[in-house]
């Protein structure tokens, strides 16, 4: 006798929509924080998420199979794949900002005299790099603002585009960056015809065209707008000034090239931890002390290799709670629901009209978690890569198109986002003119657009994974 497998749906007291019951309760907690008491950081996140779980669990039939839902969410491929990662990313973050990185930006800036418009244009600059060698785009802007804003300001530029100029540059290794947990996120829940999930190396070389694209058109807005100010001593700048610091370019690079060419992100981290720590030695960046050593008056291990795992920890918790926000709507049948849905309407019957829903699912979803762009992707992640995939879209092209607009325009609404509220509290500028001078939250969302309406970049996916120009038959 053949026995017969069905999968059963979680259940809950009403009917499936009471499975968005942990997503509305999250949504409360980011806009309470965000908004109402303008506060952000991973580990209040990471409550919040499993707070929700743990309320959401009331409306469920079984709390145990609610549980047993969220349990499947996060040990999915994805979410595993998320979680391990985020480790050695924090510790090259960590060394970036051990060596100071940022300082010998100051000293080139000043050595070549630039200022005005052009210093907010060599800002933007400088926040790219450094964002895309730490991946931290929250880290980026702590680092970056107490530099570079000070120094700004007395070399002649206007500072609500110098503020923006920083969290722009911010924004872009967040979207670019092969550490960045955005970009691993996107790709991980991107998933190819064989199940396994877009290699992050593939999906960094196929996003290289936006991301040039939109930053190229701001820099130009930010050099001709952004030099309005009044030009003073700047005198203070050299005590921030560091050449030596540039030298840690090289194990930028090489990490960059090496996780690119071999797709391979550990390898990459590998080779820029080794070489990066060799010339912070070298070059008395920092003592050996500030890589691993013990500290007996507290019976605690210091340094950055530590810190960077820990300064991980509040983000693998809110990567935890929002897989299991996602494994419980997968189990209700919600996001079944939802793509069944978008499929359905009209919209979505072409590859670009599937496209155009995805921008309009991706740009709703930021909206609801305050601009946290992780939290975004990894929530509409799934629900495109099943619209995407019906329609043969690449899974890089698809992990392009969520990355990007999760971090351009829906991500900097004043009073809507994290990124916004952080630049107006180091500046003490208002969100509206932090939020006005982010010019490539506008530049990347109308690329985008444009990309999404001429088909620039669509790429399918062939029967081996392979990107075709032209949509495979059925």
């Known amino acids: 006798m053949q026995e017969t497998v069905t999968n059963k749906r979680l259940e809950f ?6 499975s968005l019951v942990p997503v509305a309760i999250f949504f409360i907690f980011c806009a309470v924080m965000f908004i109402g008491l303008k506060a952000f950081n991973m580990e209040a996140l990471a409550m919040a998420g499993f707070v929700a779980l743990l309320i959401g669990g009331v409306f469920a039939k079984s709390y145990t199979e ?17 979680i391990v990662i985020f ?34 244009g060599f800002v933007f600059l400088a926040t790219c790099v450094m964002s895309t060698a730490t991946g931290s785009s929250i880290g980026t802007m702590f680092s970056a603002f107490p530099i570079f804003y000070p120094a700004g300001v007395v070399l002649g530029c206007n500072p609500a585009f110098l503020a923006g ?11 670019l960056a092969p550490i960045s947990d955005t970009t691993i996120a996107s790709a991980s829940t991107q998933i190819f015809k064989n199940g396994r999930p877009a290699d992050v190396g593939g999906c960094v070389r196929s996003r290289l065209r936006y991301s040039l694209a939109g930053s190229a058109i701001a820099l130009v807005l930010f050099v001709l707008f952004g030099g309005k ?11 921030l000034s560091n050449p030596n610091s540039l030298f840690m370019l090289i194990p930028v690079v090489i990490m960059l090239v090496v996780a690119t ?3 391979n992100i550990f390898l990459g981290l590998f080779v820029g931890l080794a070489l990066g720590i060799a010339t912070g030695l070298a070059l008395g960046l920092f003592p050996l002390s500030a890589v691993f050593a013990n500290d007996p008056e507290h019976n605690v291990i210091t340094g950055f290799l530590v810190s960077g795992v820990n300064s991980m920890l509040g983000t693998v918790g809110l990567v935890i709670a929002v897989f299991g926000i996602m494994g419980v709507i997968t189990e209700a049948g919600m996001l079944d629901y939802l793509v069944e849905k978008i499929l359905g309407s009209k919209l979505a ?21 305050g601009g946290v762009s992780s939290v975004c992707i990894l929530t509409f992640g799934p629900v495109l890569n099943k619209i995407g995939g019906a329609h043969d879209i690449h899974p890089y092209r698809r992990a392009n198109l969520l990355d990007a607009v999760a971090n351009s325009l829906p991500a900097c609404i004043p009073f809507m986002s994290v ?21 490539y939250a506008y530049t990347l969302f109308l690329v985008m657009v444009f990309a999404v309406a001429t088909g620039w970049g669509r790429r399918y996916e062939g029967p081996n994974g392979e990107e075709l120009k032209t949509q495979p038959a059925k």
Not at 165 to 175: E, H, K, L, P
Request: charged content about 10%; overall charge negative.
């Open 13 to 18: 007291r009403g009917s499936m929509f009471l």
């Open 165 to 175: 100029a920083i969290v722009s540059g911010a924004v872009f290794g967040d979207n």
């Open 66 to 82: 609610f549980w047993d839902a969220a349990i499947k969410g996060i040990s999915s491929i994805a979410s595993i794949s998320v």
């Open 419 to 439: 990124f916004v509220f952080i630049g107006s509290a180091l500046t003490g500028l208002s969100p509206l003119e932090v939020a006005g001078g982010t010019m």
């Open 261 to 263: 060419k071999t797709r």
């Open 87 to 120: 480790f050695p990313i924090g510790m090259f973050s960590a060394l970036m900002k051990a060596s100071g990185l940022s300082g010998g930006f100051v000293w080139l800036a000043n050595s070549i005299g630039v200022q005005g418009g052009v210093f907010v």
């Open 349 to 369: 019957q072409t590859p670009r009209g599937a496209e155009a829903a995805g921008i309009i699912g991706i740009s709703l979803t930021d909206l609801i978690f």
């Open 229 to 239: 100010g009044e030009v003073a001593e700047a005198a203070q700048i050299e005590q």
